[in-house]
């Protein structure tokens, strides 16, 4: 018999639940929909005095857990120790031939004789992962597992995201245990390939291949910027321009190099061999795992002699190691941008695209009372003939904009009046860490 009129109601209303009961669920990256496709994306950076490395803490795992890894602008891919007490419920090994191994260019097949744990797989895809500082690499597994990241609107922290199946690299523990500051479980790497960091996110997440590096002293916390400007600084400035800009280059491991044509001290050229700065893919790679700039032999004897000219007036007082310059503190003016020194400029693409370090980058404090020059001697066959060291790139904004093969760079960001260390946390900080139970 067909239902009478008035249970007609209550009969659709239970089709309308039992189909809704039934619909697949539905996985949010947060509380928040509008932070689901966020345009930008942040991470803090902090300073290990000791080590003179630079970290950040990244959100990995099921159930969520902070991981510290060192930050290696030229790192090929993120990789963890998977030995030390690697838990997890949503951790996969993609298998040999899979989907995700073409994505990251693998090719080879590993078997694990050992009991399997995460990085220990039959049949699954095997990579290569550096310890930048220790120059040793491993052979490890390919594996995914959830990452999730604070979102940005330039200001100041948002709401994490997540990526369920970040892919990464699963390192063997003595990896991680040679130069790292202690507790750092790996490295996060930025390097222009399929599978570090700032790739799988821009193509999670839908906006452009571009990241920002603003690093610190051990005193505040720097910034890492993944996605689009603005990146603003207190008290509201958008450093994110003007900048200037210069053509940055990739080598075929993934590394950020640009030509540096000449080098000026107190607008005056320093004589340097031509050939060694006409070198590809660039004369000058930029690293933030060498804490000091160095510079190739030949180029280090003639800068630092010309420098000492240049400063003939500051009293030269016993060098301390690494560095082969060093002055009498006391007798130099302390002012905004560091001691009152010469400043070095150095000459990109053509005469009038110029990086200025100034004294609070070119200047290092090895002991109270003592000045010295913070560039070091290379030898004759370095990586490449000048390698940035992290100590220059502070409280300096760099853009890198893969999409466009061009690095921005704002020169040190104390001439107006602000610094690395100025991106609001505060109560934000506060809000993302409660959205993380959430996600």
């Known amino acids: 018999m067909a239902p009478s009129l008035h249970c007609l109601p209550v009969f659709f209303a239970l089709i309308i639940l039992v189909a809704a009961d ?49 930050l290696d602008v030229n790192g090929r891919s993120l ?8 838990l997890s419920s949503t951790y996969n090994a993609p298998q040999c031939h899979s989907t995700q191994c073409s994505r990251a260019n693998l090719h080879d097949c590993r078997t694990c004789s050992a009991q399997t744990r995460p990085g220990c797989h039959n049949n699954t895809c095997g990579l290569n992962a550096a310890n930048p500082i220790s120059g040793e690499t491993a052979f490890g597994e390919l594996a995914q597992d959830v990452l999730s990241i604070p979102s940005t609107d330039g200001s100041s922290l948002g709401q994490l995201v997540t990526i369920p199946q970040f892919l990464f690299a699963c390192a063997p523990s003595s990896l991680a245990q040679k130069g790292f500051p202690p507790a750092v479980q790996g490295v996060v790497g930025l390097g222009h390939t399929s599978i570090a960091l700032p790739t799988q996110l821009a193509s999670h997440f839908g906006f452009q291949q571009k990241f920002a590096l603003c690093l610190t002293s051990p005193l505040n916390h720097g910034v890492l910027f993944l996605g689009e400007a603005p990146y603003r600084l207190h008290p509201g400035i958008d450093v994110s321009h003007p900048l200037g800009s210069t053509p940055l280059s990739i080598s075929r491991e993934g590394e950020y190099f640009i030509q540096v044509t000449s080098i000026r001290i107190n607008e005056r050229v320093v004589p340097v061999n031509p050939a060694l700065l006409n070198r590809r893919p660039g004369s000058t790679l930029i690293s933030t795992t060498t804490p000091y ?71 290092v404090q090895p002991r109270p009372g003592v000045w010295c020059l913070g560039f070091v001697d290379g030898g004759s066959n370095p990586k490449a003939p000048i390698i940035l060291g992290s100590y ?25 009046g602000t610094h690395c260390g100025n991106f609001f946390v505060g109560s934000a900080q506060t809000s993302a860490a409660k959205e993380e139970k959430h996600v």
């Open 22 to 70: 039934q619909q697949p669920p539905t996985t949010l990256l947060t509380n928040d929909s509008v932070s689901s496709r966020p345009n930008a994306l942040v991470l803090l950076v902090s300073k290990n005095e000791a080590t003179n490395l630079h970290v950040v803490d990244i959100q990995k795992r099921t159930p969520l857990k902070p991981v510290p890894l060192v």
């Open 79 to 86: 990789w963890v120790d998977c030995e030390s007490n690697y």
């Open 293 to 363: 700039t160095v510079l190739e032999h030949s180029i280090y004897q003639t800068f630092t002699q010309f420098y000492a000219n240049q400063m003939s007036w500051a009293p030269r007082v016993q060098p301390i190691a690494p560095f082969g310059l060093c002055f009498d503190a006391t007798k130099m003016t302390a002012t905004q941008i560091g001691p009152e020194v010469a400043n070095i400029d150095l000459v990109l693409h053509n005469r009038n695209n110029v990086w200025r370090i100034v004294g609070a980058n070119s200047m």
């Open 392 to 416: 220059q790139l502070e409280d300096n904004l760099l853009q890198f904009d893969l999409a466009r093969s061009k690095l921005g760079f704002s020169s040190s960001l104390l001439f107006r």
